[in-house]
């Protein structure tokens, strides 16, 4: 909650000098000018995006209805069970994670996010000292931030709307430097917890 105040407090104040800059410049019109055309491109990328997250939502709904979400939070399960020690196996929380990041190679954060606040939820409730993360919410935090990702919905989407010749090109190099990410910070958190005993 404070951390969403202090944003806000800086945003506000990153418009107030832009719009006090404008007037003492005699640049208002262009203030004016952006103004429309930001609104306009936004209505143009929520409505050329939206029937590609609706399609893939979709999808995923009738994934989890037929049990193929749950089959393949079973598949991932055995892997997270070496990353997350910690967790008890069986445990909601491996299922919960492994939702969130099937939905996230399919590029759907948005939906990923509920699957997200739920298997914190149920991390916390293992967590012995409430007022501190434990090591498998940072670990899960770090998979989540830096998730592989197999289908770019919404670059695939906004490179379209955008009139790229071939969108999507970039499907390879978003695995490639995705899965990079994803290993390298499960890596790095490996190595802190063991230097500081806790791993």
Excluded at 166 to 181: G, M, Y
């Amino acid at each position: 909650m404070v951390e969403k105040f202090m944003v806000n407090k800086i945003w506000s104040f990153f418009i107030v000098v832009g719009i006090g800059f404008a007037l003492l410049t005699g640049q208002f019109e262009k203030i004016n000018q952006i103004f429309f055309e930001s609104t306009k491109v936004s209505f143009d990328l929520t409505m050329q995006i939206f029937p590609v997250i609706a399609l893939w939502l979709g999808i995923m709904n009738i994934a989890s209805v037929s049990g193929m979400l749950k089959r393949m939070s079973e598949i991932l399960s055995p892997f997270l069970g070496k990353i997350f020690p910690e967790i008890p196996r069986g445990h909601e929380s491996l299922s919960l994670i492994a939702s969130n990041i099937v939905i996230n190679m399919l590029g759907l954060g948005n939906s990923a996010t509920p699957f997200g606040l739920k298997a914190m939820q149920s991390l916390q409730e293992l967590n012995d000292k409430k007022d501190t993360a434990s090591n498998s919410m940072v670990t899960f935090l770090i998979i989540n931030t830096s998730g592989v990702t197999i289908i770019p919905t919404t670059v695939i989407t906004m490179r379209m709307m955008y009139g790229s010749a071939h969108p999507t090109e970039i499907v390879a190099a978003c695995i490639i430097s995705t899965l990079i990410s994803s290993l390298s910070g499960i890596f790095i958190d490996y190595i802190i917890r063991k230097r500081r005993g806790r791993a």
